[in-house]
């Protein structure tokens, strides 16, 4: 998961990146593919897991994008944004 975000970070420059802005992503994205994650699992076939497995991981690269998307817009309250730097 951790690694998805890293892949996925670049993607959105204008992101924060801090641990704060890190874990409501990670949390997001985890909150939103988990219980279909479980529904699937429950009732999987072995031989079905390694292609659901990617599916998975695609249902998450999804899952983080809207999660930087919503972090980057929506801050939460009194977070600390990094210094302004587009002046410079
Ligand atoms: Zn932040």
């Given amino acids: 998961m951790a690694r998805e975000y890293e892949r996925l970070r670049p993607t959105f420059p204008e992101f924060c990146g801090c641990e704060t802005c890190r874990d409501d992503v990670m949390v997001f994205a985890l909150n939103r593919v988990r219980p279909r994650y479980v529904t699937r699992r429950r009732g999987a076939v072995l031989a079905r897991v390694r292609m659901e497995r990617d599916q998975e991981l695609a ?5 983080l994008v809207e999660g930087f998307r919503r972090v980057h817009e929506a801050p939460r309250p009194g977070h600390d944004r990094p210094p302004d730097h587009s002046t410079d």
Avoid: C, K, N, T
């Fill in 59 to 63: 249902d998450l690269s999804v899952a």
